[in-house]
């Protein structure tokens, strides 16, 4: 069982960051591959990110990669998702998710198990 819950979230202007974590409680958080995901009004949720759960490898969707940056901290049970050159499009509720039977490179929504209630990220143009 895996807890998740996201924090960081805000309103910031177009090229500002935002650094978003998601605490979890559960037993696999350490053997867990750990994603970011976000859903726009009206739109389906999609992938942004994801982490091995040693944190040795990453996987990005390509409307982020190169200002995004996800990272965990298997001590702190945390995972981070870095947010630079921020742009409007990204405006969005943020999930966090794991999985611990998942590989690094798994985006796909319905195959993750637990997720955390989200946290609003609006940027303004």
């Known amino acids: 069982q895996v807890q998740l819950v996201e924090s960081g979230g805000g309103l910031v202007q177009a090229g500002g960051s935002l650094r978003l974590s998601c605490a979890a409680s559960g037993r696999t958080f350490g053997t867990s591959t750990m994603g970011w995901f976000r859903q726009a009004p009206g739109k389906e949720r999609e992938f942004v990110a994801a982490?091995?759960?040693?944190?040795?490898?990453?996987y990005y969707a390509d409307s982020v990669k190169g200002r995004f940056t996800i990272s965990r901290d298997n001590a702190k049970n945390t995972v981070y998702l870095q947010m630079n050159s921020l742009k409007p499009e990204d405006t969005a509720v943020y999930y966090c998710a794991a999985d611990p039977r998942l590989g690094y490179r798994d985006y796909r929504v319905p195959n993750y198990y637990y997720w955390g209630q989200g946290t609003q990220v609006t940027v303004s143009s």
């Open positions: 982490v091995s759960w040693s944190g040795g490898n990453t």
